[in-house]
Protein backbone atom coordinates (compact mmCIF):
# COMPACT_ATOMS: atom_id res chain seq x y z
CA UNK A 1 0.00 0.00 0.00
CA UNK A 2 1.62 3.38 -0.59
CA UNK A 3 1.91 6.70 1.23
CA UNK A 4 -0.92 8.42 -0.80
CA UNK A 5 -3.32 5.53 -0.08
CA UNK A 6 -2.30 5.54 3.80
CA UNK A 7 -2.55 9.23 3.60
CA UNK A 8 -6.20 9.15 2.61
CA UNK A 9 -7.22 6.39 4.71
CA UNK A 10 -5.92 8.96 7.39
CA UNK A 11 -8.03 11.41 6.03
CA UNK A 12 -11.35 9.83 5.83
CA UNK A 13 -10.90 8.38 9.30
CA UNK A 14 -10.18 11.96 10.76
CA UNK A 15 -13.34 13.52 8.61
CA UNK A 16 -15.26 10.53 10.27
CA UNK A 17 -14.30 11.63 13.55
CA UNK A 18 -13.91 15.04 12.78
CA UNK A 19 -17.30 16.19 14.83
CA UNK A 20 -16.93 14.12 17.96
CA UNK A 21 -13.47 15.48 18.27
CA UNK A 22 -14.54 18.73 18.23
CA UNK A 23 -17.47 17.81 20.90
CA UNK A 24 -14.60 16.60 22.93
CA UNK A 25 -12.43 19.49 22.08
CA UNK A 26 -14.50 22.48 22.58
CA UNK A 27 -16.04 20.63 25.72
CA UNK A 28 -12.35 20.47 27.25
CA UNK A 29 -11.25 24.80 26.25
CA UNK A 30 -14.39 26.36 26.04
CA UNK A 31 -13.28 27.92 23.52
CA UNK A 32 -14.43 27.24 19.65
CA UNK A 33 -11.31 28.31 17.79
CA UNK A 34 -9.10 26.45 19.88
CA UNK A 35 -11.20 23.53 19.79
CA UNK A 36 -10.89 23.67 16.16
CA UNK A 37 -7.07 24.63 16.01
CA UNK A 38 -6.71 21.13 18.03
CA UNK A 39 -8.83 19.08 15.72
CA UNK A 40 -6.69 20.46 12.62
CA UNK A 41 -3.61 19.33 14.79
CA UNK A 42 -4.87 15.69 15.27
CA UNK A 43 -5.20 15.55 11.57
CA UNK A 44 -1.78 16.33 11.17
CA UNK A 45 -0.72 14.07 13.45
CA UNK A 46 -2.62 11.12 11.88
CA UNK A 47 -1.38 11.57 8.09
CA UNK A 48 2.15 11.69 9.68
CA UNK A 49 1.41 8.36 11.82
CA UNK A 50 0.20 6.54 8.96
CA UNK A 51 3.44 7.63 7.00
CA UNK A 52 5.34 5.68 9.85
CA UNK A 53 6.24 2.35 8.00
CA UNK A 54 6.94 0.98 11.25
CA UNK A 55 3.43 2.24 12.96
CA UNK A 56 0.43 0.62 12.40
CA UNK A 57 -3.29 1.74 13.97
CA UNK A 58 -5.35 -0.90 15.07
CA UNK A 59 -8.28 1.42 15.58
CA UNK A 60 -8.52 5.09 14.53
CA UNK A 61 -11.39 6.25 16.44
CA UNK A 62 -9.55 5.19 19.62
CA UNK A 63 -5.91 6.79 18.85
CA UNK A 64 -7.55 9.76 16.87
CA UNK A 65 -9.41 10.17 20.50
CA UNK A 66 -6.41 9.54 22.49
CA UNK A 67 -4.52 12.37 20.50
CA UNK A 68 -7.07 15.16 21.11
CA UNK A 69 -7.80 14.14 24.49
CA UNK A 70 -3.87 14.71 25.18
CA UNK A 71 -3.52 17.25 22.72
CA UNK A 72 -6.58 19.38 24.29
CA UNK A 73 -4.83 18.98 28.05
CA UNK A 74 -1.78 20.39 26.63
CA UNK A 75 -3.82 23.14 25.61
CA UNK A 76 -5.37 23.64 28.74
CA UNK A 77 -2.42 24.38 30.46
CA UNK A 78 -1.03 26.67 28.03
CA UNK A 79 -3.97 28.57 28.09
CA UNK A 80 -4.21 28.60 32.14
CA UNK A 81 -1.28 31.42 31.91
CA UNK A 82 -3.06 33.40 29.57
CA UNK A 83 -6.11 33.96 31.25
CA UNK A 84 -4.60 34.54 34.84
CA UNK A 85 -3.54 37.76 32.84
CA UNK A 86 -7.46 38.35 31.43
CA UNK A 87 -9.08 41.47 32.31
CA UNK A 88 -12.13 40.76 35.09
CA UNK A 89 -13.52 37.49 34.76
CA UNK A 90 -13.16 34.68 32.39
CA UNK A 91 -16.20 33.05 30.77
CA UNK A 92 -15.98 30.41 27.94
CA UNK A 93 -17.22 31.22 24.39
CA UNK A 94 -20.57 30.97 23.24
CA UNK A 95 -21.46 29.44 19.93
CA UNK A 96 -24.34 28.69 17.96
CA UNK A 97 -26.22 25.55 17.85
CA UNK A 98 -26.32 25.99 14.28
CA UNK A 99 -22.16 26.36 14.33
CA UNK A 100 -21.60 22.98 17.11
CA UNK A 101 -21.83 19.50 15.14
CA UNK A 102 -25.25 18.00 15.19
CA UNK A 103 -24.49 15.23 17.29
CA UNK A 104 -22.66 18.20 20.15
CA UNK A 105 -26.12 19.24 20.18
CA UNK A 106 -27.86 16.67 20.64
CA UNK A 107 -26.08 15.55 23.46
CA UNK A 108 -26.08 18.47 25.61
CA UNK A 109 -23.97 17.24 28.45
CA UNK A 110 -21.14 19.30 29.91
CA UNK A 111 -22.31 21.76 26.80
CA UNK A 112 -23.93 24.63 28.96
CA UNK A 113 -21.92 27.30 29.19
CA UNK A 114 -22.14 26.90 33.60
CA UNK A 115 -20.75 23.71 33.50
CA UNK A 116 -17.81 24.94 30.70
CA UNK A 117 -17.10 28.02 33.31
CA UNK A 118 -17.54 25.77 36.39
CA UNK A 119 -15.07 22.84 34.66
CA UNK A 120 -11.98 25.61 35.03
CA UNK A 121 -11.82 25.16 38.14
CA UNK A 122 -10.61 21.08 37.21
CA UNK A 123 -7.19 19.92 36.72
CA UNK A 124 -7.07 19.61 33.18
CA UNK A 125 -6.91 15.53 33.16
CA UNK A 126 -10.01 15.46 35.77
CA UNK A 127 -11.57 17.45 33.23
CA UNK A 128 -11.12 15.23 30.35
CA UNK A 129 -12.38 12.38 32.41
CA UNK A 130 -15.20 14.13 33.21
CA UNK A 131 -15.79 15.01 29.47
CA UNK A 132 -14.98 11.72 28.36
CA UNK A 133 -17.79 9.39 30.79
CA UNK A 134 -20.35 12.14 30.87
CA UNK A 135 -20.69 13.54 27.41
CA UNK A 136 -19.39 10.80 25.91
CA UNK A 137 -20.12 7.36 27.84
CA UNK A 138 -16.48 6.40 27.91
CA UNK A 139 -15.60 3.91 30.46
CA UNK A 140 -12.86 3.96 33.42
CA UNK A 141 -10.86 1.45 31.78
CA UNK A 142 -11.00 2.91 27.76
CA UNK A 143 -10.21 6.74 29.33
CA UNK A 144 -7.67 5.59 31.63
CA UNK A 145 -6.03 4.03 28.48
CA UNK A 146 -5.87 7.70 27.30
CA UNK A 147 -4.63 9.55 30.57
CA UNK A 148 -2.31 6.33 31.63
CA UNK A 149 -4.04 6.30 34.69
CA UNK A 150 -5.74 2.73 36.23
CA UNK A 151 -9.72 2.61 35.98
CA UNK A 152 -9.57 3.27 39.66
CA UNK A 153 -7.44 6.38 39.45
CA UNK A 154 -9.96 7.28 36.67
CA UNK A 155 -13.33 6.14 38.34
CA UNK A 156 -11.91 8.81 41.57
CA UNK A 157 -11.46 11.38 39.41
CA UNK A 158 -14.98 11.16 37.99
CA UNK A 159 -16.65 10.97 40.95
CA UNK A 160 -14.40 13.97 42.62
CA UNK A 161 -15.31 16.60 39.69
CA UNK A 162 -18.84 15.17 39.97
CA UNK A 163 -18.70 16.14 43.53
CA UNK A 164 -17.08 19.54 42.72
CA UNK A 165 -18.96 20.49 40.46
CA UNK A 166 -22.10 19.55 42.33
CA UNK A 167 -23.73 17.23 39.29
CA UNK A 168 -25.81 14.25 40.42
CA UNK A 169 -23.89 11.15 38.81
CA UNK A 170 -27.55 10.03 38.00
CA UNK A 171 -29.19 13.18 36.73
CA UNK A 172 -30.04 13.65 32.90
CA UNK A 173 -28.83 16.11 31.06
CA UNK A 174 -29.81 19.46 31.89
CA UNK A 175 -33.06 20.44 30.28
CA UNK A 176 -34.06 24.11 28.77
CA UNK A 177 -34.83 27.09 30.21
CA UNK A 178 -37.78 27.81 32.16
CA UNK A 179 -40.07 29.92 29.12
CA UNK A 180 -41.55 31.83 31.77
CA UNK A 181 -38.82 32.66 33.71
CA UNK A 182 -36.92 34.59 30.56
CA UNK A 183 -40.78 36.06 29.58
CA UNK A 184 -40.88 37.34 32.92
CA UNK A 185 -36.47 38.81 32.55
CA UNK A 186 -37.64 39.86 29.24
CA UNK A 187 -40.61 42.29 29.69
CA UNK A 188 -39.45 43.82 33.68
CA UNK A 189 -35.37 44.67 31.40
CA UNK A 190 -37.64 46.24 28.68
CA UNK A 191 -38.96 48.44 30.76
CA UNK A 192 -36.89 49.39 33.30
CA UNK A 193 -38.28 47.34 35.98
CA UNK A 194 -35.62 46.80 38.57
CA UNK A 195 -38.04 45.61 41.20
CA UNK A 196 -38.87 42.58 38.93
CA UNK A 197 -35.78 42.12 38.09
CA UNK A 198 -34.84 41.72 41.81
CA UNK A 199 -38.16 39.22 42.78
CA UNK A 200 -36.30 36.77 40.12
CA UNK A 201 -32.99 36.86 41.86
CA UNK A 202 -31.92 34.65 44.69
CA UNK A 203 -30.44 36.75 47.21
CA UNK A 204 -26.99 35.34 47.21
CA UNK A 205 -26.84 35.47 43.69
CA UNK A 206 -23.38 35.53 41.56
CA UNK A 207 -23.18 37.38 38.15
CA UNK A 208 -19.98 37.00 36.24
CA UNK A 209 -19.30 39.38 33.68
CA UNK A 210 -16.99 38.84 31.26
CA UNK A 211 -15.81 42.33 29.04
CA UNK A 212 -12.47 41.16 28.33
CA UNK A 213 -10.98 44.91 28.67
CA UNK A 214 -12.91 45.54 25.18
CA UNK A 215 -16.33 46.89 26.89
CA UNK A 216 -17.39 48.62 29.69
CA UNK A 217 -18.06 45.64 32.85
CA UNK A 218 -18.15 44.60 36.19
CA UNK A 219 -13.82 43.67 36.87
CA UNK A 220 -14.80 40.98 39.50
CA UNK A 221 -18.01 38.84 39.97
CA UNK A 222 -21.15 40.83 41.76
CA UNK A 223 -22.54 38.16 44.98
CA UNK A 224 -25.81 39.59 46.06
CA UNK A 225 -29.20 40.43 44.34
CA UNK A 226 -28.54 44.07 45.89
CA UNK A 227 -25.09 44.55 44.08
CA UNK A 228 -26.33 42.42 40.88
CA UNK A 229 -29.49 45.38 40.48
CA UNK A 230 -27.58 48.35 41.25
CA UNK A 231 -25.11 46.52 38.08
CA UNK A 232 -28.17 46.31 36.00
CA UNK A 233 -30.06 49.69 37.27
CA UNK A 234 -26.56 51.53 35.70
CA UNK A 235 -27.24 49.62 32.54
CA UNK A 236 -30.69 50.95 32.27
CA UNK A 237 -30.02 54.91 33.26
CA UNK A 238 -26.94 55.29 30.26
CA UNK A 239 -28.68 52.98 28.04
CA UNK A 240 -31.80 55.48 28.40
CA UNK A 241 -29.22 58.44 27.87
CA UNK A 242 -28.24 56.78 24.75
CA UNK A 243 -31.38 55.80 23.47
CA UNK A 244 -34.35 57.92 25.18
CA UNK A 245 -37.06 55.82 23.07
CA UNK A 246 -36.03 52.16 23.32
CA UNK A 247 -32.65 52.28 25.61
CA UNK A 248 -32.55 48.06 25.89
CA UNK A 249 -33.84 45.36 23.79
CA UNK A 250 -33.94 42.15 25.37
CA UNK A 251 -34.48 39.03 23.14
CA UNK A 252 -33.94 35.03 23.78
CA UNK A 253 -31.94 33.36 21.73
CA UNK A 254 -30.44 30.06 21.42
CA UNK A 255 -26.83 29.63 22.93
CA UNK A 256 -24.72 26.01 23.49
CA UNK A 257 -27.88 24.38 22.61
CA UNK A 258 -29.41 26.39 25.30
CA UNK A 259 -32.04 29.31 25.89
CA UNK A 260 -30.32 32.70 27.06
CA UNK A 261 -30.68 36.44 26.84
CA UNK A 262 -29.06 38.77 24.45
CA UNK A 263 -29.53 42.43 25.68
CA UNK A 264 -28.70 45.31 22.91
CA UNK A 265 -27.87 48.56 24.34
CA UNK A 266 -25.51 51.49 23.72
CA UNK A 267 -24.53 50.14 20.23
CA UNK A 268 -23.80 46.77 21.62
CA UNK A 269 -25.25 43.02 22.53
CA UNK A 270 -24.86 41.41 25.56
CA UNK A 271 -25.71 37.62 26.12
CA UNK A 272 -26.55 36.84 29.55
CA UNK A 273 -27.40 33.69 30.34
CA UNK A 274 -28.88 31.95 33.72
CA UNK A 275 -29.22 29.04 36.18
CA UNK A 276 -31.92 29.12 38.54
CA UNK A 277 -32.27 26.56 41.90
CA UNK A 278 -35.26 24.28 42.83
CA UNK A 279 -37.37 27.38 43.94
CA UNK A 280 -37.28 29.36 40.49
CA UNK A 281 -34.86 32.11 41.98
CA UNK A 282 -31.99 32.53 40.07
CA UNK A 283 -28.63 32.21 41.39
CA UNK A 284 -26.37 32.40 38.96
CA UNK A 285 -25.88 34.55 35.75
CA UNK A 286 -23.29 34.87 33.10
CA UNK A 287 -22.71 38.25 31.08
CA UNK A 288 -20.90 37.67 28.03
CA UNK A 289 -20.11 41.49 26.80
CA UNK A 290 -16.28 41.00 25.24
CA UNK A 291 -17.28 41.18 20.90
CA UNK A 292 -14.68 38.78 20.42
CA UNK A 293 -16.10 36.21 21.86
CA UNK A 294 -19.93 37.02 20.05
CA UNK A 295 -18.30 36.23 16.54
CA UNK A 296 -19.87 32.99 16.77
CA UNK A 297 -23.70 33.76 17.22
CA UNK A 298 -26.11 34.90 14.58
CA UNK A 299 -27.97 37.03 17.63
CA UNK A 300 -31.30 36.02 16.11
CA UNK A 301 -33.91 35.52 19.00
CA UNK A 302 -35.42 32.29 18.80
CA UNK A 303 -39.06 33.56 20.28
CA UNK A 304 -40.33 36.87 20.31
CA UNK A 305 -41.96 38.12 23.31
CA UNK A 306 -46.10 39.82 23.66
CA UNK A 307 -45.49 43.51 22.77
CA UNK A 308 -44.59 45.45 25.94
CA UNK A 309 -46.57 47.54 27.83
CA UNK A 310 -45.31 51.47 28.11
CA UNK A 311 -42.41 51.29 29.97
CA UNK A 312 -41.79 53.59 33.35
CA UNK A 313 -38.46 54.71 32.36
CA UNK A 314 -37.98 57.00 35.93
CA UNK A 315 -37.17 53.52 37.23
CA UNK A 316 -34.40 52.96 35.30
CA UNK A 317 -30.88 53.96 36.83
CA UNK A 318 -32.88 55.72 40.30
Given at each position: ????????????????????????????????????????????????????AEASVDSWPAWLTTVCVRRSVDRVRQLAAIREDYTGPWLPEPVDASVLP??????RELLSLTLLHLAEQLAPEARAALVLHRAFGMSAPEIGDILEKTPATVRQMISRAERRLDIDPDAPAPRAKDRAVLEKLVHAIEQGDI???????????????????????????????????????????????????????????????????????????????????????????????????????SLVPSWSPAPSPPRNRSRAGR
Open positions: MDGMTLAVSATVAWQSERNRLLGIAYRMLGDFGHAEDVVSEVAIDAVRQERKEETVANDTVVGLLHRDAVLWADGGGKVKSAMNPLFGAARIARFFSGILGKAVVFDPVRPVRAEIVEVNGDAALVLRHHGRADIVTFDAGPDGSIRELRQLSNPDKLTRL
